[in-house]
């Protein structure tokens, strides 16, 4: 019963539409309409400006992390990864938002912070290194979760490696437009790095 509420709690956490939100109430536009059409940090960053998609980023990574710390904080009788695995799947598939939402990487990575630091660490890491030296987010998010699991088999973590490979498959599966582009030479680079 125990997780079957917290799953319940964590995926309406993971369902709060931040850059909706933010693109609203900050700068009465609705993001889904501009740019990539996506809710999330990328797309803030993009349509929104830099602020705005810093405090998107930010919300969505806690997302992830308050839906794992809750639990812990009530010495919850569940694990709090896979509680943490429905906050991520509300941000894909957010309930307050028609179902369509952003690609799973902050708020995996947020699930990661409130279980890990220390892996979310080597996580931001790797995003920024990947980001420098390829200019594209999308390739750094899929590299990150890949450097992610290879990090959850040396830590021997058996949960640690099934949650953070589940994620893993989902920001492929959330990269498949982006996947497309990347081999076209036509998906879009940052220049501000």
């Known amino acids: 019963m125990n997780y079957i509420i917290f799953a319940i709690i964590a995926y309406l956490i993971g369902s709060i539409p931040f850059g909706l939100i933010v693109g609203k109430l900050g700068f009465k536009i609705d993001i889904r309409e501009h740019g990539s059409g996506n809710l999330g940090g990328t797309n803030s960053f993009r349509v929104l400006g830099f602020k705005a998609g810093l405090l998107v980023t930010g919300s969505d990574i806690l997302k992830g992390t308050a839906a794992t710390v809750l639990p812990q904080i009530i010495n919850a009788e569940v694990n709090p990864l896979v509680i943490g695995i429905f906050a991520v799947i509300g941000h894909m598939y957010p309930l307050f938002a028609k179902f369509k939402g952003g690609k799973a990487v902050a708020t995996s ?29 999308s390739l750094a998010s899929m590299v990150t979760g890949v450097v992610t699991v290879a990090v ?13 490979s589940l994620m893993t498959i989902f920001v492929f599966y959330r990269h498949r437009a982006n996947i497309k582009r990347i081999i076209n030479k036509t998906e879009p680079k940052i220049t501000w790095m």
């Open 109 to 137: 990575g947020g699930v990661i912070l409130g279980v890990n630091p220390l892996l979310f660490a080597i996580m931001l890491g790797t995003f920024f290194l990947m980001l420098y030296l390829t200019k594209y987010v």
């Open 152 to 164: 959850s088999i040396i830590f021997r973590e058996t949960g640690l490696l099934i949650v953070t």
